[in-house]
């Protein structure tokens, strides 16, 4: 069974960190590339980056640019986002989702095939 599950989110006042992981199942990840996604209430969702496991090009919206960083644990399965520095703006469900080889089009959610549950962060004083 496809599965990707996310874990990390929680509760963190503004400045803080949280690292978010990405963990796929019954499939591999090396022919993907991994999006995060974000959807605050009453918005519509947001891709805020992606990268390619075979090589681990990056890609960051200009909102989280500087302040989070994708990686890959390809022994894992796992894709990462660290996320530092972080406002309250940046509250959200966070989302992984999967999508073949590329990161091209990486903030349309229509281009990917497999999508997490979601992890909620929180980010307030």
């Known amino acids: 069974q496809v599965q990707l599950v996310e874990s990390g989110g929680g509760l963190v006042q503004p400045g803080g960190c949280l690292r978010l992981s990405c963990a796929a199942s019954g499939f591999t990840l090396d022919d993907f590339a991994i999006g995060w996604f974000r959807q605050a209430p009453g918005k519509e969702r947001e891709g805020v980056s992606c990268i390619r496991v075979s090589d681990g090009s990056a890609f960051y919206a200009d909102s989280v640019k500087g302040r989070f960083t994708i990686s890959r644990d390809n022994a894992k399965n796992t894709v990462y986002l660290q996320m530092n520095s972080l406002k309250p703006e940046d509250t959200a469900v966070y989302y992984c989702?999967?999508?073949?080889?590329?990161?091209?089009?990486?903030?349309?959610?229509?281009?990917?095939?497999?999508w997490g549950q979601g992890a909620q962060v929180t980010v307030s004083s």
């Open positions: 989702a999967a999508k073949p080889y590329y990161c091209s089009d990486y903030r349309s959610p229509r281009e990917y095939d497999y």
